[in-house]
């Protein structure tokens, strides 16, 4: 059943983009669209009115904190006709709304037009949902997770390579020096699901394994589990248990935490002199201690619940923003690249070292499960997370607990 | 005019607003019925096929349902109770002000005029950790600095304060009036009685101001049972489970979960028991009058 419902998503989806790229972008066309509010997209936002000029499309920018953003989507996808046309999609969802026939397979798009797609880092694809020649989502940023780090607190020393290594570091941080030894996010649900894929992932641990069988309860997600709560009681900040990506944010920014497992361009604002006097220049990248870290990124959809005009529109944004010229504009004013060509560009390197780090940080991200559940996941997993580091629930049970929930929501 | 024409133009008079009363209200609550009933899903948006009593079966399975039943239960009387104790001594005090009262009472609406979501937003800054200002105030004189919000044994309690520091003002606006509507007639006797201040509020004031106080009550008692803006803003119930109320818990099955048959579900178990406690405290409060 779940097989047919993909295939005729899929069939539906074909017929519909066959019929839009037949539709010409017409310049009365208002392409709408949901952003999260973040630095990235004011990049784009700057470069809109080339693609004004350019193309006479129109459009019209919504900005959302992240929280609100599936909401706001699920309810207009679900809606005869969507107000956003125009989407930009977390790879969280890239299961759930092209199995819900919410998107517009972009695969004839990308074929007609000749876009390159090998030019895009590979690990992308596989979390944007891609299979095949069926495209539902186009990379548009990337977000996986590495380690931001005070230099000069440092000493000389080397950055450690094993999550032990890794954790005894920030501790030690914690205890000798004036600073929290990390910033954590320890919120219920995205905010730390997300910074403990990193662990597990680095441990060498998994969600699922080569077969889809659920492996969140083996060895390594007891060693990850065990070390993100020893992280959480010895290195965090007071708060943590209910701490975002915005308060990890200000915290390392203010000059009072070594370290912050966090998305990677978090290092551009955190660089700025003017916002973060107190650690800008002082602060470095690494890939997560073990090798790999969490993957994730944004991509830019088609609502399959709008014009045919619409989507073409929104094809031909989708087009430019993705074009060399444009990603490396977006990439020299500080927006994700999503292209290796970009992560290479001499121009981009001079003025972001650190791209040479990042791009590292990119390719061993690793895929949260993507699923129609995935938010609900988030959920399960942050809460049982949640207890365990605040000591209400143990190692074993918390992991036993979210394993089953995995396995419930994967067989709903 | 006969008993009948008066009563049929009474309704005729009632039966615009009615209708659309019934309109604006009765079909939302009827069609979250029979969302509660079906298999409507985020992914399958469609009320049949019907389920029966299915998703409330499923609730009533649930451990984290019935734990945010009674975390609900616990929510609802601590705030009502802070709200109520303060609301009442912020009230007999204002009787005492002569001079400036109005600016007084236009200062206690500020909190209630601003959206729950800001003061939310507001209360997370101040109670950060490590940059807000209340732990510096507290290190400054010489306290040491509180995990508000991310303490499990203390989160409820904290969301608890923002609740109380908003909706006191509401408490205090009615009970305020109610006591301003007080006969002078049995305090002058309980004076020439010799009655005390204390004596006069608890033989005189409080029976008097019981009904007004009960509406008080049973309002606030709905508004706290309702509440979402609070954790989904300042804790997304956490940490753990400490602070993940009904209403939360109903949004989080209707949009996490997808499920919007069982968010609707829990939203209509929500709405018995404020039915339910709304019933119970009006039959106590008819009871008293009699």
Redesign the interface.
Known sequence: MRKFRFARSMTLGLAASVLAFAAPASADVTLRTLWEDVPEASIIEKLLPQFTEKTGIKIEVEKAVYSDMHDKLALQLTSPESYYNLLLVDYLWAEEFPSAGWLTDLGPMTKDSGMNLDGFISSLWDIMGRKGDYIPIIPASTYSMGVIYRTDLMGGAAFPDTLEGFVKLISDMKADKDVVGAAMQGQRGDPNSMEFSSYLFAAGGNYLDADGKVVLNGEASKRALSLYVEAIQKAAQEGALNANLDDTGRLMCSGKAFSMISYWLMLAPLSDATDCPAVAGKLALAVMPGGRGNGGGWGWGIASNVSDEEKAAAWEFIKWVQSPEVAKQRALLGHAPVQSEVFRDPDVLAKFPYYAEAEKVVESGVSFPIFTYTSEFEDVLGTQISLAASGQTTIDEALSAANKGLNDLLAR | MTAISRIRTGWSFAAPGLSLLVVMMGFPVVYAFLMALSSMT??Q?QLSPFKGLGNFVNLFEAPLFWQATFLTMRYAVITVAGEFIIGLAIALMLQKVLRWRAVYFSILTIPMAISPIAVALIWRMLL????GIVNEALKGIGFG?V??????GL?LMSMAMVDIWQQTSFVVLILAAGIASLPREPYEAAEVDGANSWQQFYYITLPMLRPVAAIAVIIQLINEFRTYDLPYI????????ATDVLSYYAY?RA????SLNEGAAASWILLLIVLCLTILFFNAIERRVR
Do not use: E
Request: overall charge positive.
């Open positions: 985020l992914r948006f950060q950790p490590n940059l600095t995990d508000w919000l991310g303490d499990p989160a300042l804790t997304r119930g956490g940490p753990g489970n989080r949009f996490l979960g997808l």
